[in-house]
């Protein structure tokens, strides 16, 4: 089982920011990690996908946070990293960190974080 660790959340007031930070296992090849990204669930909400990033460095947000997060990763380390800019409290969630990785068969399984909780204060 591949497990994912999540850093960085907290509580800022709006405007603030936050660097959320993932790790994955160091003894996964880096190059099996496909995609990585962070979704977020808040109270009463289904959970979103926030930001993907592909091993060679495609990027997709989601239309909410667009020109505020910014999706990074460091290969060689097998982390992604989500900068959030000029948080709002509809910000507010709690942050899971994903990651495609395929086998040695090819197949891809997707692994999840145990999650962060982000509060944006008013």
């Known amino acids: 089982q591949v497990q994912l660790v999540e850093s960085g959340g907290g509580l800022v007031q709006a405007g603030g920011s936050l660097r959320l930070s993932c790790a994955a296992p160091?003894?996964?090849?880096?190059?099996?990690?496909?995609?990585m990204g962070w979704s977020r669930q808040a109270p009463g909400k289904e959970r979103e996908s926030v930001a993907v990033?592909?091993?060679?460095?495609?990027?997709n947000y989601v239309e909410s946070v667009k020109g505020r997060f910014t999706i990074s990763r460091d290969n060689a380390k097998n982390m992604a990293y989500l900068q959030m800019n000029n948080l709002t409290p509809d910000d507010t969630a709690v942050y899971y960190c994903?990651?495609?990785?395929?086998?040695?068969?090819?197949?891809?399984?997707?692994?999840w974080g145990q999650g962060t909780q982000v509060t944006v204060s008013s």
């Open positions: 990033m592909t091993y060679d460095g495609r990027r």
């Open positions: 160091q003894n996964i090849f880096s190059g099996s990690i496909n995609t």
């Open positions: 994903s990651a495609a990785i395929s086998s040695t068969t090819g197949r891809a399984q997707t692994y």
